[in-house]
């Protein structure tokens, strides 16, 4: 499948059962229910998947799941954030045995690698594989700042397509586009700029909040490609205090517990992770129940 770049792409959670197993029952209800309201593609092993606490065999055995579930509707694209190059290499040829449609590809993961290293990386797997990449610079959370100076490099592999934009400089989707044009294409990753991101020219978003909130994602999208933008604001004002769980560093477990009341999952997480509690839980499951309480109805898009 030919991944076009587009649209709405949930980072997909992984549900847990209370003993930390993978809940394949739960999985399916949320992947059926983005599927249902229109996303564009589903990425798995992500971050908001808790990707850093799964087993090799877990990644592949999500990734043959999604596959099943999508059933050749969407793309669906494994994460790689592996503690070596030996471990990236060996997802790649295993995904791509499966029929994986690409790859979201994130720096070294055990220490701050340089520019060099960074490169050296990600060509390794550009060069071990003809599936679609998407380039992860999020120098926020990981500290590594994929550069223009380094895209230049690196899309010398047809392959390397995509960046997932999460460097929250709204600045750098204007610096790519004038250095790549369309070469490469652009998929926002903040949730709290999603509006933004898209007036600047961004080509779809990586989503977090979609996991609970998957139709008002979409529809803020759509509206934004009609050209109805006082729409798409409107439904992002009602969202925003949502989607700021997304930049937490407890954004799993926050959205999890979105999750959870919208009847979308559980709120189990994967040790070193804890579920929420006390006021802090508290805390945000008000945010959750207030914006629930005055959700918005949805217009209708031809």
């Known amino acids: 499948m030919n991944i076009n770049w587009q649209g709405i792409y949930p980072a997909i959670t992984t549900q847990f059962t209370p003993t930390g197993e993978i809940d394949w ?14 996303v564009h593609g589903i990425i798995v092993g992500g971050s908001l998947g808790e990707g850093s606490s799964l087993s090799l065999d877990e990644k592949l055995a999500l990734t043959t799941e999604t596959l099943k579930i999508s059933n050749g509707s969407v793309p669906v694209l494994l994460n790689l954030a592996e503690r070596s190059n030996r471990d990236a290499l060996y997802l790649t040829k295993e995904a791509e045995k ?33 599936l679609p990449i998407m380039i992860y ?49 652009i998929m926002g990753g903040v949730d709290t700029l999603i509006i933004e991101s898209l007036l600047m020219g961004c ?23 009609a050209g109805r933008i006082d729409e798409a604001k409107a439904i992002f004002r009602w969202f925003l205090p949502l989607l700021e769980l997304d930049i937490h560093p407890k954004l799993v477990q926050y959205i ?30 008000k945010v959750i129940r207030d914006a629930i309480v005055s959700r918005p109805e949805m217009p209708v898009l031809a």
Request: proline share 4%; aromatic share 8%; glycine share 6%.
């Open 137 to 185: 610079n999020n120098p926020v959370d990981y500290k590594i700042f994929v550069s223009v100076e380094m895209f230049r490099e690196l899309i010398k592999h047809d392959n390397i397509q995509a960046v997932k934009e999460s460097s929250r400089d709204l600045t750098n989707i204007s610096r790519m586009r004038n250095a790549f044009g369309d070469r490469v294409k």
């Open 98 to 130: 499966r029929g994986v449609d690409g790859l979201m590809l994130l720096p070294p993961m055990q220490y701050k690698a340089d520019d060099r290293e960074v490169i050296t990386y990600f060509k390794a797997i550009a060069s071990a594989t003809s």
């Open 256 to 285: 999890k517990l979105a999750e959870l009341e919208t009847g979308m999952g559980h709120e189990h997480v994967r040790a070193p992770r804890l579920p929420l509690e006390g006021e802090e839980r508290e805390r945000v499951w």
């Open 203 to 225: 080509d779809g978003l990586v989503a977090g909040l979609v996991n609970a909130f998957p139709r008002e994602t979409v529809v803020i999208y759509e509206l934004m490609q």
């Open 25 to 38: 029952v739960a999985y399916q209800k949320n992947m059926k229910a983005q599927l249902q309201a229109g």
